[in-house]
């Protein structure tokens, strides 16, 4: 029993019956015993928010209320739901994403003077008398996602469900829905062998023997045809029921009799099934209760909550106003990347981020990933005793009540509080931007970074917040990972953010820039808050806040309009009624109509296509040609990339290839007859382009480039020899390739606005050096550099055509190409079909031109 309902066992039952019936949860606040730890009065933004939930939004079926890190949401959250309690009679959840929050929120409670019981872990390990007060209504519960979600929910009678850090619940209520096979178990080749007659068999042979490097990205994930799982799913369910563990029927019991409703995503580490939005609607326990109501730090426009709670529309309370340009705290970034080495001490040869975590005794480390943070320890030269882990059941609270060590959290952007002297340093290292395979495949192949963008930026901002839990609070927050320094330098990015945290991450950029002492000196006084802070950092920070504004994109706004629309194709997909699914499928291609949305359109294409497809007969021929002309249309808005053209192939005997590909197929064919066709020479020659590309040395790293750009099937593939041209090009008739090889700098640092300026004109160089008119469209130059974060005042002057990639991008395309070289050696020449073999081989092995710029030009700089 929790002690905050200890009375209750005192005799106390029937006093708490009789108390009055509050008007409204402001009413309320005024009812709850005086607790030392309570909050004295409400802040005036939360009693608007109140008075605006009573007043409009009481009888709602779904409302959300924004108010972010600081402003006091979980009392407003609490509030509501003891008011609804109280007021209405209603059975009460108080639902959290972690086991770490409900705890929070129940202590927040005790606090408070509201009654609440604990039921998370375990319900067999439940008290009985605490479930006995929710069920009679005498207490709220504060509960876990996992306990309404799950396909034996807890909670099935409540009348009002309240979620906090709603922001954060896609993963928590997708998960209810999806499957996670590992390619290392047996459901894994289950399924392969299962699916073989429909796919490629170089592809399935490829999955089944792969094995990825635990640092490899994402990047090669496929999207499976929804007609091929259709057309196996009996088979599929057969296959998975006799071979997944025990732990994984459960989520499997939900999907088994609508796999053709999910969509599967395949690599050589796993499979992921999942429907795109999850189906709420069919889940008693979410659609009965009176109310749902939804407590977010940041509710944005895009539909992001909408998608992730699987509902069509849902009223908003927003955030109160200034408060963005007010915030919680302050924070001084710090961007080790930026340090200027060159008027630094010399001959420093340590981990300069740890000098800086060591101003303070006690740290918060928030990484991606537990091997991330694994790393961090291990740099930070961390001992067992002063480490803390978030994982442990314990390691929060004991790292609350330890005087001094650093606190490892893995993917914890939300429910911490490190409030005061809790924690004044963290370290934030690497972009949150994926969960599952889903959010993967949307970013990098996809591309409909649009759609992901609010679920990225909550998470970075309530992650930079873990620290700074009030106004008068303050903290250092120290910034590593290319890909988040990369983020949090681009203006686009920053622009969306609230105003106070954009002009902290501007001073911060700019305060970093100075020599490693001097940087430690700004932390020190950061961490005073001295006076050199108060009459320098301060004001600066003030400055720049006025002339900061908050931009969203016009993408944004257009994805909103749509996820009710989204949400209605998924629930009628779920139910497997396709030609429902697939003419609101066509609906919401009609509506994506922002030009940023493209890619994300193309896939609705493909739905609406597929789903209609699976209607025949009773879709009527106009839709099916309407949904064919659409696909037609989704394919050539996915230019650069060729998730699309992957799903045609599955469909198809013949690989259609585009004439850039068709080009090199012929050149590839031709250099296999000529100087491959000694197995001798040909080992020699890759083995030097392999060395080449792995050595920082930049004269041999050119000439694995040259090597590169031959077995990649370039007509052309040689350096330029004009005095400041670029280091390597390839030559195909339909498309150019410059590529500027930095190999020589180290990771860490800013590629120069010297740098961008140059690589802007090589491909012009290029086309006066060929005496050509033009320069074919779709060309484009790469920066190969382990140095991936750009100078942020370069940006805006970058050509839409010049990208980034890193030097062990550049390697993996190499060994890629070597590997589907090795795997056309058995194939004759004098075969009939060996052409179309080969094309096969090197399409599945990602190589072909097309699929070269699809890897190399993930990352524009502008």
């Keep these: 029993m929790t002690d905050n309902n200890s009375f209750a066992t005192m005799g106390f039952k029937t006093r708490a019956k009789t108390l009055r019936k509050p008007s409204s949860p402001e009413d309320l606040f005024s009812d709850l015993p005086r607790r030392p730890q309570g909050v004295p009065a409400l802040w005036s933004h939360q009693a608007d928010q109140l008075r605006t939930y009573h007043s409009l939004y009481k009888d709602s079926a779904n409302v959300a209320l924004e108010l972010p890190t600081g402003s006091g949401k979980t009392l407003v959250g609490l509030l509501i739901a003891e008011w609804r309690r109280r007021a209405l009679d209603q059975r009460v959840v108080y639902a959290c994403p972690t086991v770490q929050l409900a705890r929070q929120v129940n202590t927040a409670a005790l606090n408070e003077g509201i009654p609440t019981v604990l039921l998370t872990g375990k319900s067999s390990n439940w008290d009985p008398r605490e479930k006995l007060m929710y069920a009679s209504g005498a207490a709220v519960a504060v509960t876990t996602y996992n306990h309404v979600f799950n396909s034996n929910p807890k909670f099935a009678d409540a009348g009002t469900l309240v979620f906090d850090d709603a922001h954060a619940a896609e993963n928590y209520v997708a998960e209810s829905w999806a499957l996670k096979i590992p390619a290392s178990g047996k459901a894994y080749t289950a399924l392969l062998d299962v699916l073989r007659p429909s796919l490629p068999e170089d592809l399935v042979t490829r999955l089944a023997g792969s094995v990825a490097l635990p640092d490899q990205p994402d990047v090669d994930i496929r999207l499976l045809p929804v007609s091929v799982v259709d057309h196996h799913k009996t088979e599929i369910e057969t296959a998975l029921q006799a071979s ?252 969306s953010l609230p105003i106070e945290l954009q002009a902290e991450i501007s001073f911060g950029m700019t305060t970093s820039d100075v020599s490693r002492e001097h940087l430690l000196q700004l932390v020190d006084s950061a961490l005073s808050q001295d006076e050199l802070w108060q009459t320098q950092a301060e004001p600066e920070i003030a400055d720049l806040r006025t002339s900061a504004q908050k931009a969203e994109s016009s993408a944004i706004v257009n994805l909103g309009e749509n996820a009710g629309r989204e949400v209605q194709a998924w629930r009628a997909a779920w139910a497997q009624n396709w030609q429902e699914a697939g003419r609101l499928a066509l609906d919401v291609y009609e509506h994506l109509t922002d030009s940023g949305l493209k890619s994300y359109r193309a896939l609705w294409a493909y739905l609406a296509y597929s789903w209609i497809s699976l209607s025949k007969p009773e879709a009527s021929s106009e839709t099916l040609r309407k949904a064919t002309e659409m696909l037609s249309q989704a394919h050539r808005a996915t230019y650069g990339t060729t998730w699309l053209k992957e799903l045609q192939t599955y469909a198809s005997d013949s690989l259609q290839l585009d004439s850039v590909d068709e080009s090199a197929v012929d050149a590839i064919v031709a250099y296999k007859e000529g100087p ?109 550099s382990p140095r991936l974060v750009v100078d942020p005042d370069a940006v805006p002057i970058a050509r839409e055509w010049l990208y980034l990639v890193n030097t062990t991008e550049v390697l993996r395309l190499g060994l890629d190409a070597d590997r589907a070289w090795k795997a056309i050696r058995t194939i004759s020449t004098a075969d009939t079909d060996h052409r179309a073999r080969i094309a096969r081989v090197f399409w599945e092995h990602g190589v072909l031109p097309s699929q070269v710029k699809e890897r190399l030009t993930r990352n524009p700089v502008r």
Excluded at 688 to 715: C, H, R, T, V
Aim: with cysteine; aromatic share 10%; proline share 5%.
């Design 676 to 784: 491959a066709a000694s197995a001798t020479k040909y080992d020699a020659t890759s083995s030097k382009m392999n060395a080449a590309l792995m050595q920082p040395d930049s004269a041999e790293y050119e000439g694995g480039l040259q090597i590169l750009g031959k077995l990649l099937g370039a007509a052309e593939s040689y350096k330029p020899s004009f005095k400041g041209r670029t280091d390597c090009v390839w030559i195909w008739d339909e498309c150019w390739v410059s590529i500027e090889a930095k190999s020589e700098q180290r990771s860490g640092g800013l590629l120069s606005m010297e740098y961008v300026r140059q690589a802007n004109t090589q491909l012009d160089s290029l086309a006066a050096d060929r005496k050509a008119e033009s320069v074919p469209e779709g060309s484009f130059t790469v920066v190969a």
């Design 244 to 495: 997944l563990p025990d732990d994984d029927k459960w989520n499997f019991s939900r999907l088994r009799s609508n796999l053709a409703s999910c969509l599967f995503y395949v690599n050589g580490r796993g499979m992921y099934l999942r429907p795109m939005i999850p189906p709420t609607f069919d889940h008693p326990a979410f659609v009965d209760p009176a109310q749902r109501v939804y407590l977010s730090a940041t509710l944005g426009r895009s539909g992001e909550l909408e998608r992730a709670f699987g509902i069509a529309s849902v009223e908003r309370v927003p955030v109160p106003q200034q408060w963005d340009r007010t915030g919680s705290g302050r924070r001084f970034f710090v961007f080790p990347d930026f340090v200027n080495h060159e008027i630094s001490a010399p001959e420093y040869d340590g981990y300069f981020g740890a000098d800086i975590m060591k101003r303070t005794g006690k740290q918060l480390v928030l990484t991606t990933s537990q091997k991330d943070a694994d790393t961090v320890a291990k740099s930070l030269g961390l001992k067992a005793e002063d480490k803390f882990e978030v994982r442990d059941p314990e390691g929060f609270s004991n790292f609350l009540k330890a005087e001094s060590g650093t606190l490892l959290a893995p993917n914890r952007y939300d429910g911490m509080d490190l409030a005061d002297n809790a924690c004044r340093m963290m370290l934030m290292v690497g972009l949150p931007a994926f969960s599952h395979m889903q959010d993967s495949f949307f970013d990098q192949r996809l591309r409909a970074k649009e759609v992901l963008g609010e679920r990225v930026q909550t998470r970075i901002v309530q992650g930079l917040g873990r620290c700074t839990r009030g106004p008068k609070d303050y903290a250092v927050v120290v910034v590593e990972g290319e890909d988040l320094v990369h983020y949090l330098s681009r203006k686009e990015n920053v622009s």
